[in-house]
């Protein structure tokens, strides 16, 4: 345990280029006044092997003066201050570009507290309800309730639409309820109606009172797996959506999820592969193919389960969803453009594919990469989908790392958009922003007007989808009031290329946009040794 000015942490030697979890554990007065207390209090209660084996950093705030002396906003106010300050321990791998540092990803924070220290975690929670991803509550409950009606802080967004209104009891949260008399837990309850878990907030919910061991460390550990451990609130919207999650081993063990791997480079590329629901691999012979790639620092089995392909992939039954695994959780076309076509020959080996209906997608760094596979191998591809893809390109990334910062092709990236541009390609192309994104928005990608030029369309949109009278035209999408779609069409006034700006949105992506992209992307066909993409007329919508 390491001793900071107003706090006492650990760092999991587990801890590297992988998400990271951020457990802040507030401890009773007789502990949280002293930080050698503080350190002992981690030890006998288990917190710092339970954070050990999670890999995770672990905070005990110091309350020198008592808990009811600190502000509701202390937790969060020390995630800001902290987050990006953590060492990888122990000659570890820290993420590319960050400098040794750990990411404590903001979707992955807990909170716990005991006694004193759980009165005031309530009534964080109640003040914060969007800070943690799951708290617990051990011999205390809040006693603040006033914050109910407040407008949430909406955490994830820094400015929202005038139209959203949500209140602070109504943020969905998962809040376990530990040792406290039947009436205290009923009082919390009452507090947040309707909002057990249900099919809206599947991970959303006042947990259970209950009594599971008289001994600390077996009753925290049952306390992790149970509101912790699978977790996570997706940064997805204004105050972010609860959802569960599987970590890498009962991932890989997830039959819905085929692990293969093959060799590039002399780096071992991991990929998974999701058939449609109910179709052996037999039947998936025939079937399109739809690759999703993960942002920076965001590993492949973590990343299939945030965007919702899979669901779709489900619900359609018309393609194979494949999720890939960068090396080190960052794509760069230098080192990893020849995988996909050694992919799909295996895909073709494996499962019978159509490799005249191959789909490359990617959010975050895996949009600069699809962006830049769209321009370096534009044969193996029918059509490509970006998320939130910033100004810069891989290889300008893999020589400085501060270039994320910045907006502008290296020579390289021009090179082949050049030739790209030159040869005739045709790449039909959906681009998805949000309007809250502090990474890439519609502004930090010049891209468009190359893709419009390609597909033979004109500068300005052929429909407009953009208000309550005149909505995206999709049946799956339950949040249509977020999107606004512009579409261009060619010559023949066939759409080619999608822009979708997505209302309070940061740097993150819902289901309905795979589901809309999918609808866009699927009518497409790129016979062997064409340049232009044939449009399947059956197929569209």
């Not at 007065?29 to 999670?54: N, T, V, Y």
């Not at 393609?319 to 453009?337: A, K, M, Q, T, Y």
């Not at 190359?450 to 429909?463: H, S």
């Amino acid at each position: 345990m390491i001793q900071a000015e107003n706090f006492v942490y650990y760092v999991s030697t587990q801890a590297g280029i992988g998400p990271v979890r951020t457990i802040f554990v507030c401890a009773d007065d007789g502990a949280a006044k002293d930080a050698e207390e503080l350190a002992q209090f981690a030890e006998h209660s288990g917190w710092r092997e339970i954070a050990e084996e999670a890999g995770a950093v672990l905070v005990l705030p110091l309350a020198e003066g008592g808990w009811e002396a600190q502000p509701a906003g202390l937790l969060p106010d020390l995630y800001q201050e902290t987050k990006d300050s953590f060492e990888v321990r122990d000659g570890g791998e820290a993420l590319w570009g960050r400098n040794g540092k750990l990411w404590c990803w903001e979707t992955l924070v807990f909170v716990v507290g005991y006694g004193t220290g759980a009165v005031f975690a309530g009534n964080s929670v109640l003040a914060h309800p969007g800070f943690a991803a799951a708290s617990a509550l051990c011999g205390g409950v809040p006693t603040d309730f006033s914050h109910g009606e407040e407008r949430s802080e909406h955490l994830f967004v820094r400015k929202v639409s005038d139209d959203y209104g949500m209140r602070k009891k109504n943020v969905p949260v998962a809040l376990g309820i530990i040792d406290v008399p039947d009436t205290d837990y009923q009082k919390v309850r009452a507090y947040f109606p309707g909002l057990r878990a249900s099919n809206d907030y599947p991970a959303g919910l006042v947990w259970i009172n209950f009594k599971p061991s008289s001994d600390i460390k077996k009753k925290n550990r049952v306390l992790y797996n149970m509101i912790f451990r699978n977790r996570i609130r997706w940064n997805d919207g204004p105050d972010g959506s609860l959802a569960f999650w599987e970590e890498i081993g009962d991932f890989e063990q997830n039959e819905a999820w085929i692990n293969h791997s093959l060799w590039s480079k002399g780096e071992k590329v991991d990929y998974f592969v999701h058939l449609p629901d109910g179709k052996t691999k037999k039947e998936a012979k025939g079937l399109a193919v739809v690759f999703s790639l993960h942002g920076r620092g965001e590993p492949a089995y973590m990343f299939a389960q945030k965007q919702g392909w899979d669901f779709v992939c489900d619900e359609m039954q018309d393609f194979l969803l494949v999720v890939p695994d960068s090396p080190g959780n960052i794509w760069f076309l230098e080192r990893d453009g020849k995988v996909f076509k050694k992919m799909i020959r295996e895909l073709e080996r494996t499962y019978g594919i159509d490799t005249e209906r191959v789909f490359l997608t990617g959010f975050s760094n895996g949009a600069v990469m699809t962006r830049e596979m769209a321009w370096y191998a534009p044969e193996l591809f029918a059509g490509v989908a970006m998320w939130g893809g910033a100004g810069y390109d891989t290889s300008a990334l893999q020589k400085n790392p501060d270039c994320l910062l910045q907006a502008g092709c290296s020579g390289e990236a021009r090179a082949l958009a050049q030739r790209f541009s030159e040869e005739g390609w045709q790449m039909p192309a959906a681009f998805f922003y949000g309007d809250n994104d502090p990474v890439a928005g519609p502004d930090t990608d010049g891209s468009l007007p190359l893709f419009l030029r390609a597909n033979g369309c004109k500068e300005t949109p052929d429909l407009v989808y953009d208000g309550e009278e005149n909505r995206i035209p999709s049946r799956h999408c339950m949040q249509k009031s977020r999107f606004a779609a512009q579409v261009y069409g060619d010559v023949d006034g066939k759409e080619r290329v999608l822009r979708v700006l997505m209302k309070n949105m940061p740097h993150g992506a819902i289901m309905d946009e795979s589901f809309y992209c999918w609808e866009f992307l699927r009518k497409f066909r790129r016979k062997k040794g064409e340049r232009q993409v044939r449009v399947d007329v059956a197929r569209d919508r």
